[in-house]
């Protein structure tokens, strides 16, 4: 279903109905088995790995299926033209995880990726590193910075960062 909800942003954007769209793919406390990804666990049970190899190489692996359903609507967006060029290049993806080290429940350092240009506001093909420790919520400030959105702070961030 998770493909399904996806296609209909894809066509909201097309359609030119919404430009913003938010998805969370399942709670991270759910039980929920993906047998499509071919990891017969539970996400949450593996989450919590306790950095046994096997149960860290099937984390991994039901990872890598949650980011190719995120590439499965990049392709979907960037298939489809819009204004000489296509949806990709003017939209923003962000894909994130709420957890850095979820065996812990770290919620420091957490991965991000950004698709995208929001029609040339910013750069592809980079991959940018923050310092250890900076919160997350510079990340947003940030995003509201691109959009010429002043905003004095966000929760516990210390300003803007790069992206």
Known sequence: HVKLM?????????????????MMFSRDLSAKVY??????????ALSHHQDDPIR?????????????????FLGKLQSTEEGGSNLLD???????????NSN???HNDLPF?????AAG?????????????????????????????DLPSFGDSTGVMEV
């Open 121 to 149: 506001r910013y750069e592809t093909n980079r991959h940018v590193e923050n310092p250890k420790g900076t919160p997350l919520a510079n990340f947003f400030m940030t995003l509201a910075a691109k959009e010429d959105i």
């Open 56 to 72: 860290m190489e099937r984390y991994a692996k039901l990872n890598a299926y949650h980011v190719a359903i995120v590439g499965y």
């Open 35 to 44: 047998t499509e990804s071919g990891v017969p666990d539970a996400y949450h």
């Open 90 to 100: 003017n939209s923003l993806v962000v894909f994130g995880s709420p957890m850095g």
């Open 6 to 22: 996806l296609d209909l942003q894809g066509l909201a954007f097309k359609a030119d109905i919404t430009r913003v769209a938010t």
């Open 104 to 106: 812990l429940h770290d």
């Open 113 to 117: 990726l950004i698709a995208g240009t």
